[in-house]
């Protein structure tokens, strides 16, 4: 049977479940009285996390309490009904259920190419996730036990390099990816957004070391309000699983990855459940200059008229995403000066492999271009909004 993905409380369950069935035989009924309570929790724990099959585990919580209050009346002291569901009925129907998910989940694994190199600046951000991988896989020299940060909220403003960052640990861990949208996850499985949830965590278990990216992750605290029962569901397995995550053998990783850039919609019970929140801030002075190298020189362009320091000053307030926005422009005024003929000579191809011989032009690119493209693609964060982020990184910030 596998039952993984709260297999912290089935293991629970069946433990408790041998105790008290002991305990009955014995008949010792302060202990059984103790352990049908205990049963009776387990069971609408259970179910508040498995909302799909949570009639069922429902029923049997009740069929326990009804144990609990024949124990501590002095009535007898038999076990449940027979014909109730029993812990096997309710194990391989979950069991079941999750099947189906389990394909889905799989769908969410994504490519992670992007290395450490290709991300400039956020050396703070960097250090602590190298730090966490690191610290997962290598072996301490002495017998100590430590719990690596796993779980980790990346929050800023839009386009600074967050997936980024989550796919470079990815890659550098040789895990498997999942790329998890929040938003499209509720919106595409909706009541059952649980489950999936589930299913994620169940094979980033099975395929681990893995990294899950949950983006977005702000959604679920939006829908709280709008769409109350399922994201409440959602929040709840994250949350559960989270937790379950503490306990996990330290040879196989998961890192959980969440990445916002709306924070301040979190709620303190989400927020409190990563380890690490790590503020991805704008470029500064030295980040944007690398980031123009990383989109110009290191592919092969060249500028002509304009140094990368002047870019990197010129464009204060940029983010990473507006800078390379900032660079496609001017590539693609540079492209348009150097092959100003390209309507007559499409007009006169013929066919796919005619137009795979045909070569066109790459020139220096002109500060003109250059200027004109700083000022086409204005930025997209203002002022404000960094201070919100500043406020709620005070408050916070690890
Ligand atoms: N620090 C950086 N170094 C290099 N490139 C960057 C950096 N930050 C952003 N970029 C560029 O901007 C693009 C968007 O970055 P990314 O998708 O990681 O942003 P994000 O923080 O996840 O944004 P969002 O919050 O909108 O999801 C990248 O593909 C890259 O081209
Ligand atoms: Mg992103």
């Not at 100590?144 to 390099?161: A, D, H, S």
């Not at 000066?337 to 020139?363: G, H, M």
Request: aromatic share 8%; with cysteine.
């Amino acid at each position: 049977m596998s039952i993984d993905a709260s297999s912290f409380l089935f293991d629970e369950l069946r433990e408790t479940k041998r105790k008290l069935d002991k305990a009955l035989k014995e008949g010792n009924r302060v202990v059984a009285a103790r352990l049908a309570k205990r049963m009776s929790e387990l069971l609408r724990e259970l179910a508040r996390f498995r909302s799909w099959s949570s009639r069922e585990l429902l029923d049997l919580a009740k069929e326990y309490e009804e144990l609990y209050r024949r124990l501590v009346s002095g009535e007898s002291m038999t076990k449940p009904r027979s014909g109730a569901p029993s812990m096997r009925v309710v194990e391989s129907e979950v069991g079941e259920l999750d099947k189906e998910f389990d394909a889905e989940a799989l769908k969410l694994i994504a490519r992670a190419d992007v290395t450490w190199s290709d991300i400039a600046g956020l050396e703070e951000a960097k250090r602590e996730l190298m730090e966490a991988v690191f610290y997962s896989i290598a072996r301490p020299s002495a017998p100590v036990k430590i719990e690596p940060p796993r779980r980790f909220l990346l929050y800023g403003p839009p386009g600074t390099g967050k997936t980024m960052l989550a796919m470079a640990a990815s890659n550098m861990l040789k895990a498997t990816f999942f790329y998890v949208s929040v938003d499209r996850v509720l919106s595409r499985y909706v009541g059952d957004s649980p489950r999936m949830i589930s299913a994620i965590f169940r094979q980033a278990r099975r395929l681990a070391p893995s990294v899950v990216f949950f983006d977005e992750i702000e959604v679920l605290a939006m829908r709280r309000d709008s769409d109350k029962q399922v994201a409440t569901g959602v929040v709840q397995t994250l949350l559960t699983e989270l937790d379950g995550f503490k306990t996990k053998t330290v040879e196989k990783p998961v890192i959980i990855i969440a990445a916002t850039n709306k924070p301040w919609m979190l709620d303190e019970a989400i927020i409190s459940r990563f380890d690490k929140r790590i503020y991805v801030p704008l470029p500064d002075f030295e980040a944007r200059k690398q980031i123009f190298k990383l989109h110009l020189e290191k592919r092969g362009f060249q500028i002509t008229g304009i140094t990368y320091d002047e870019l990197a000053r010129l464009t204060e307030g940029y983010s990473g995403r507006d800078i390379r926005n900032v660079c496609q422009t001017a590539i693609m005024m540079m492209l348009r000066r150097a092959n100003p003929d390209i309507a007559e000579k499409l007009a006169k191809i013929k066919n796919l492999s005619e137009l795979q011989r045909e070569t066109y032009r790459v020139e220096p690119i002109t500060r003109e271009e250059l200027l004109k493209a700083i000022e086409i693609v204005k930025p997209t964060i203002t002022r404000e909004d960094i201070e919100k982020y500043e406020e709620w990184s005070r408050r916070y910030g690890t």
